[in-house]
């Protein structure tokens, strides 16, 4: 099998690797378009959603090598599966590929919970994901491309924020949870979405066929089985994972009497990567972590949970752009019109959809929450709704927020956000933030 490098490329070049492609594929000009059930083959699994018994749930097939076994609508990867395409379609990558999935297991086993097989508690992602040689061995020995859709590795965090915290006393190093290096030693489990469109739709409370129809009409028309084969039940959708660090041990975010501190953070690229000051997500963020070490330092457990919804799921030109709305309207940047603005760009406030966001919790057993860094209501009620308890919540300190992010958290407070202080008297048409031109 040949593999050549992806890079920058002439018209030689492309019909060069045009050429290997030959050898790599070889590629199929039939396109078929799976419009009934009659493209089944014998092999074809059904799943059970819910199944207690992985031998009766059945893997998820969603690679596209062996087309007649798959029993997944979408692709693995996610949004990646674009970028496998353009490897293919390239002549980089071949398109029979397996995983040799030699050494890959979890570094540390998540125990099945009763949550998964309990209905409706985990709708959106496969909680055997990440056992697929463990759980579905035979299959893989029977020739099936089945591919893990959850991992689970080791790894250190290494934050300027840490250091901080131990510089100041409020965060020991202890050579187990905190190193000498001011790193932070944690579990990282990477999920991918796997959603249940049965289960999606009862958990939203609509019709599954207004689901997937739906979906269908809002995607282009992309998957044409959404509303051509209702017996395909599962979407891999083409949407980023989820990413959770466990600070501890992974068996404790199960057990109600161990101390959980647990953070639930919606991704925000500009301040949790780059420290744009707008915002209040990566201060949320690295005093979220550096509280589950102290946790864990003290015998219980945190996690973090890092969900792909960039600008409330929205988009990064989106938020942009309200970023500009909001410096450029008459007043300048206020918190009176902070939620406003947002509305009149992208026509909604927010569209994360936090019903989805429990499941995680319940892949990991996670029944009591002792300490959750959170001031958003959407995201305590999903929990608290989805059958978890919560103990405490713990709002940002206010010596924590940037000074050009007052504009978001007094909105925030003054829109009922829970906060442990007192909401400003202040008129919000005052709380103002800087201009573009500062």
Not at 49 to 73: E, F, H, L, Q, Y
Not at 340 to 366: K, N, S, W
Not at 376 to 395: C, E, F, P, Q, T
Request: with cysteine; proline share 6%; glycine share 8%.
């Amino acid at each position: 099998m040949r593999h050549f490098l992806a890079g920058s490329v002439t018209m030689a070049d492309m019909a060069t690797n045009y050429a290997r492609s030959k050898e790599v594929l070889p590629m199929d000009p039939h396109v078929v378009l799976t419009s009934h059930t009659a493209h089944k083959s014998s092999r074809f699994i059904e799943i059970t959603w819910g199944a207690a018994d992985p031998a009766d749930r059945g893997p998820i097939v969603g690679t596209i090598s062996d087309k007649a076994d798959r029993n997944a609508i979408g692709s693995h990867g996610g949004s990646y599966s674009i970028y496998r395409a353009l490897s293919i379609a390239q002549g980089t990558f071949p398109t029979d590929h397996r995983p040799d999935l030699t050494d890959t297991e979890p570094t540390t086993r998540i125990e099945p919970q009763p949550s998964w097989s309990t209905p409706g508690e985990i709708v959106s992602l496969d909680p055997w994901g990440a056992g697929i040689a463990r759980y579905f061995g035979h299959h893989l020995e029977d020739g099936y491309n089945i591919q893990p859709t959850i991992a689970v590795t080791q790894a250190h965090l290494q934050l300027p924020e840490i250091a901080e915290a131990i510089d100041a006393n409020r965060l020991e190093v202890d050579g187990q949870f905190v190193g000498p290096q001011a790193d932070v030693s944690v579990t990282k489990v990477a999920i991918d979405p796997v959603w249940h469109l049965p289960s999606m739709a009862a958990r939203f409370e609509i019709a599954e066929s207004d689901l997937r129809r739906v979906l269908y009409m809002e995607t282009g028309g992309m998957y044409p089985e959404l509303v051509t084969r209702p017996d395909l039940e599962i979407l891999l959708p083409p949407i980023g994972s989820t990413t959770a660090y466990v600070f501890g041990d992974i068996a404790d975010l199960a057990n109600p009497e161990v101390e959980l501190t647990l953070r639930v953070h919606d991704e925000c690229n500009g301040s949790d990567v780059f420290g744009s000051d707008i915002c209040t997500c990566r201060p949320y963020l690295t005093w979220a972590i550096e509280d589950a070490a102290r946790t864990a330092q003290r015998g219980g457990v945190g996690l973090v949970v890092y969900y792909r919804k960039e600008g409330r799921a929205l988009g990064e030109v989106t938020k942009f752009m309200v970023y500009n709305a909001r410096k450029r309207q008459d007043g300048g940047d206020s918190a009176s019109t902070y939620f406003e603005r947002t509305e009149c760009v992208a026509g909604v406030q927010d569209a994360r959809f936090q019903e989805l966001m429990p499941d995680v919790l319940h892949y990991f057993g996670i029944r009591k929450i002792h300490n959750l860094h959170s001031m958003s209501n959407m995201k305590y009620d999903a929990i608290a709704n989805s059958g978890v308890d919560v103990v405490n919540r713990l709002s940002l300190p206010e010596e924590l927020v940037p000074a050009d992010a007052q504009v978001e958290i007094e909105a925030k407070k003054a829109a009922g956000y829970f906060t442990k202080d007192d909401v400003s008297t202040t008129e919000l048409d005052d709380v103002i933030g800087r201009s573009l031109d500062e």
